[in-house]
């Protein structure tokens, strides 16, 4: 199952999933795609990390970075020495949650300046909502 446009899919299987997918974007494509498979129970684990502001409702963009095969831990310490205080950023092993202005002052964040940074090409960016929307349909699925 697809969600949305978000590049995220749910399905199971019972063998390498890693190597499946890819396997199955290696015959359908003739360039690299980086991505990132977790299991349920790795993917819900992780959102259970995010922490309370994060799951806030209010004006901020609220966004979960998935690091992708490739990201460099060196890169956590310097999202953190990056931060503003308009920023807030958790890191977990999989994800960085990330709250930045959503209009006002957004272009004074430390988010708003990652598009081009080494960072930024080893990391897959999904809003909170759609997060939360994908550990609640694998929620759903036995």
């Given amino acids: 199952m697809s969600y949305i446009n978000s590049g995220n899919l749910i399905f199971s299987y019972d063998g390498d999933a890693t190597k499946l ?54 890169f956590d310490a310097d999202i953190l020495s990056s931060l503003t205080d308009l ?29 081009g940074t080494p960072f930024y090409k080893q990391v897959s960016i999904r809003n909170r909502n759609t997060t939360v929307k994908l550990a609640t349909l694998l929620n759903e699925r036995d």
């Avoid at 709250?99 to 988010?111: D, E, G, M, R």
């Fill in 21 to 74: 997918v890819a396997d199955v974007l290696a015959a359908h494509y003739d360039f690299s795609i980086d991505h990132l498979v977790l299991t349920k129970a790795a993917y819900l684990a992780e959102i259970a990390q995010a922490p309370d502001w994060w799951q806030a409702a209010d004006d901020r963009r609220h966004n979960a970075l998935f690091k992708l095969p490739g990201y460099q831990i060196e």
């Fill in 87 to 115: 920023d807030q950023a958790v890191i977990t092993d999989h994800v960085i949650f990330w709250c930045a202005p959503q209009k006002v002052h957004y272009h004074q964040s430390a988010f708003a300046k990652l598009m």
